[in-house]
């Protein structure tokens, strides 16, 4: 129902702290945008200047053609959905659904129609004559989204949803708004979360927010499989991308690099001749990793091992060197062992200065 254009959008406290500066983004109809970043690079802070509960101090923020930087919330065409609840515990489910169409003073006839075509779309039927005491937290989470719902706002937003939920209805409640955005596929959503889990399965984009600004966009695999920053590569995915430094020895279509830990690395992504003996972070993700003989890329002694049942983790080494494996299958027996891996070079990722040699 809505297309968003964020052009230099800038958030400052006090005129001297930044906390956000040059946003530019689009967002078109339909698009699930799903913000990630660490703990305070700002991501409901922009979710609260796109609802209107925060003021831009930079740049404009557009809806539909029409700036809307110093519009009222209430007149914005958007719903929130927060990280708490909010439910009026004296009132109904069917009432606080209704409250804010109420309010607006809309026919009771429409009122009615709205509220049990939301109670449908998330299953809350049942419960309609309860009171939010009465509901699980899974429920009381569905009643707010449909509180959302029944205004028919151009703009839903969502800031972390479910972090309030145990990890058995995080699951089932993500996979509620899944399907609800696959019954409303023209409406816009902006979705806020630290779970990576929920992002890579939700978004139609992922924006990861990241130094003051925008860090990458992309689909969940773009940013998964060509990350253009070790800062992406290591964020998005868990565990994280592995690095391990090294030198490249050889360019061309396949660029060969000689690890510090004695192994060697082949990449496919191309270098040239000026990148000899360029110092570069080799990037591997842990399930990418597979067990090797003469040829590896990387040596060492497990230490600790997790098995998962469908796969094992396999740690070398502790602190900021650590190196994770993750192997299909049960391993028990290789802990204290000393093992060789490697990697298919469509899978090596080559990173210099902190930026992707892919996206340079």
Do not use: W
């Not at 699930?32 to 200047?49: A, D, E, H, N």
């Not at 101090?57 to 110093?70: A, C, H, M, P, S």
């Not at 899944?178 to 139609?204: G, N, S, W």
């Amino acid at each position: 129902m809505a297309n968003l254009k964020l052009t230099n959008v800038a958030k400052t406290y006090g005129g001297t702290v930044d906390v956000l500066k040059d946003i530019n983004l689009d967002i078109t109809q339909g698009e699930l945008i799903v913000f990630v970043g660490p703990s305070g690079c700002g991501k409901s802070t922009l979710l609260r200047m796109i609802a209107g509960l925060e003021k831009i101090t930079g740049g404009t923020l557009e809806i539909d053609g029409q700036v809307v930087n110093d519009v009222p919330p209430a007149q914005r065409g958007i719903a929130m959905v927060f990280q708490s609840y909010a439910l009026y515990p004296h009132m109904t489910v069917r009432e606080n659904m209704s409250f804010a169409l109420k309010l607006a003073k809309k026919p009771q006839a429409e009122i009615d129609a709205a509220v049990n075509r939301a109670a449908k779309m998330l299953q809350l039927e049942p419960y309609l004559d309860r009171l939010p005491k009465a509901l699980s937290g899974g429920q009381r989470q569905r009643v707010a989204i449909g509180r959302s719902l029944v205004r028919d706002p151009k703009v839903y937003l969502f800031d972390e949803p479910l972090s309030n939920l145990d990890a058995a209805l995080r699951v089932a409640t993500r996979i509620e708004i899944a399907q609800l955005k696959e019954q409303m596929p023209e409406r816009t959503m902006i979705y806020v979360t630290h779970d990576q889990v929920e992002a890579m399965t939700l978004a139609t984009r992922i924006v990861v927010l990241a130094n003051k600004g925008i860090a990458q966009v992309g689909s969940p695999l773009d940013l998964y499989e060509r990350p253009n920053s070790e800062f992406v590569a290591q964020f998005i995915g868990s565990p994280s991308m592995n690095l391990l430094l090294g030198k490249v020895v050889a360019t061309g279509a396949q660029t060969r690099v000689q690890l510090a830990g004695g192994g060697v690395a082949l990449s496919d992504y191309p270098t040239t001749e000026a990148d000899m003996g360029l110092s570069v972070n080799v990037g591997v993700r842990p399930e990418d990793f597979v067990t090797a003989g003469d040829d590896y890329l990387y040596e060492g002694t497990v230490g600790i091992t997790e098995a998962l049942g469908e796969v094992t983790l396999l740690y070398f080494g502790s602190g900021e060197g650590q190196v994770i494996a993750k192997l299909p299958g049960i391993h028990r027996e290789m802990r204290g062992r000393t093992v060789r891996l490697t990697a298919d070079p469509a899978k090596v990722h080559l990173f210099a200065n902190g930026v992707s040699l892919h996206h340079r």
